[in-house]
């Protein structure tokens, strides 16, 4: 099983990017998938996840409303679509897959993950 994050780059705040999870190895779209972040001296925190099936969406309070997470049409590929990027928002994304529910408080649910891709907001 392989999660491959990319998309992350250097942005200005206000601006948008979109990070992409490709899976190998497992029918992406019979797991729950969720982005966490990581920024320099900080614990690493769940941002956002979709359940298995497309049921639920949830996010992190700081990012509601600015992201948007989504399936591809192949359904082996899952979006996170950050718009108004902030300051704060700087971290490292790291993606991860689970057959359980979709949930942001417990990073250790999540058996898979991605190698994680560098978000940089600038002011």
């Known amino acids: 099983v392989q999660l491959q994050a990319s998309g992350g780059g250097l942005v200005q705040a206000g601006e948008s990017l979109r990070l992409s999870c490709a899976a190998s190895g497992i029918t992406f779209y019979y797991y729950t998938v969720a982005w966490f972040r990581q920024a320099p001296g900080k614990e690493r925190e769940g941002v956002s996840c979709?359940?298995?099936?497309?049921?639920?969406?949830y996010y992190a309070d700081s990012v509601k409303g600015r992201f948007t997470i989504s399936r591809g049409t192949s359904k082996n590929t899952v979006y996170l679509q950050m718009n108004s990027l902030k300051p704060e928002d700087t971290a490292v994304y790291y993606c991860?897959?689970?057959?359980?529910?979709?949930?942001?408080?417990?990073?250790?649910?999540?058996?898979?993950w991605g190698q994680g891709t560098q978000v940089t907001v600038s002011s």
């Open positions: 979709i359940s298995t099936s497309d049921v639920s969406t």
């Open positions: 991860a897959a689970d057959v359980r529910y979709c949930g942001l408080s417990d990073q250790y649910q999540y058996d898979y």
